[in-house]
């Protein structure tokens, strides 16, 4: 997972995201937070509100069970920004 990280830091297409993204890997780098899905998450949506607040937009709390919701037990698809229960 670590390689694949600095692999991302290295290898995407966008200048401005790349370039940032290797700061940010600089800075924090992944490894201390691979070794379970948790810490992982958490680090994963750490490094994408950096990005947000480039962009002016709302932090997402990083919360393990939040990230769950939104990633995993919520409604499927990636449009929504949250639940919507049944
Ligand atoms: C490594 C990397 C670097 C990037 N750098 C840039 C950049 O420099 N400039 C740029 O314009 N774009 C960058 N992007 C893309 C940017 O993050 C958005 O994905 C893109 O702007 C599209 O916005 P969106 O609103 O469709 O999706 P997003 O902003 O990605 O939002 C999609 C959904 O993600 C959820 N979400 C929001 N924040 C979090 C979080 N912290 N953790 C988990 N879930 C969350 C929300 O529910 C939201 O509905 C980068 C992406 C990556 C993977």
Known sequence: MSSL???ISNLYPCTD???DFKESVKRSPPEPHTS???TLQVYLCERHNEVNRK???EQFECDPKLL???WR???KGCDGGGLHPE
């Open 55 to 57: 962009l002016n937009k």
């Open 5 to 7: 990280i600095h692999s």
């Open 73 to 75: 037990t919520g409604v």
């Open 68 to 70: 769950d919701e939104r």
């Open 36 to 38: 379970n899905k948790q």
């Open 17 to 19: 995201c790349r370039t």
